[in-house]
């Protein structure tokens, strides 16, 4: 029922629009967002983001494939499955800009090796100066491990409710599925994506060389 879209007069921005295009291209070259997996969003206003459409290719979004989605109340049909979760980090943290999620090879394996405790943990490596606040490569980053569920809005509240009001780290990991990042502007987001993907790829690398 079209009277009960609540975003119908709500369009997308056209920045926003190509920002959302070019994370795409950008982590589809990287082969992070193989079979139209991965989302992508950015905030919008305080009540609004745009989020990704469902089953696209991310390394061809176009306009039509970016949809406006309230931040509170039912969601618009056609978007990804994977909304809610993106709808609940911006509610959570009003200073959530951009919101970016991928399948990569590397978050989808140590996300089962180490699902059993909870967290991957990546400890002295130059690249933890890709996250937000961190300044040295001395100390542990524990990047959280959610158990996957394809109830998404469940799946939702119960990762709001044990990161909380500040995480440690702009991002966490769904067991078996893949990497959440964010962070207060696209740019930030795409940093702390790449470098989290570089942190876990570098500890997939190690784990097999020890073997
Ligand atoms: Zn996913």
């Given amino acids: 029922m079209l009277e009960s879209w609540p975003m119908l007069d709500l369009t997308v921005p056209a920045a926003v629009a190509l920002d959302l295009a070019a994370i795409g291209r950008f982590a589809s070259a990287r082969g992070w967002v193989p079979a139209t997996s991965g989302n992508f969003s950015c905030r919008i206003d305080a009540a609004h983001a745009a989020v990704t459409r469902s089953g696209i290719d991310k390394g ?22 994977e909304t809610p979760l993106h ?42 100066k890709s996250l937000r606040g961190v300044t040295t490569h001395e100390g542990t980053v524990r990047l959280p491990i959610f158990a996957n ?9 119960r990762i709001e409710e044990a990161i909380g009001a500040e995480p440690a780290v702009p991002g966490y990991l769904l067991a078996g599925h893949g990497l959440y990042a964010w962070g207060a502007s696209m740019a930030d987001a795409q940093r ?20």
């Fill in 60 to 81: 061809n979004i176009r306009p039509e494939d970016v949809i406006a989605v309230p931040l509170s109340g039912a969601l618009p049909p056609g978007v990804s499955a």
């Fill in 87 to 128: 709808v609940a980090r911006y509610r959570h943290d009003a200073g959530i800009g951009a919101i970016l999620h991928v399948h990569t090879v590397a978050a989808t394996v140590l996300s089962r090796c180490d699902s059993a405790g909870g967290y991957v943990e990546l400890e002295g490596f130059e690249m933890h």
């Fill in 149 to 157: 569920d394809q109830d998404t809005g469940r799946l939702a509240e």
């Fill in 192 to 211: 702390h994506l790449e470098g989290l993907e570089f942190l876990l790829q570098c500890s997939l690398e190690e784990r097999r060389l020890r073997r």
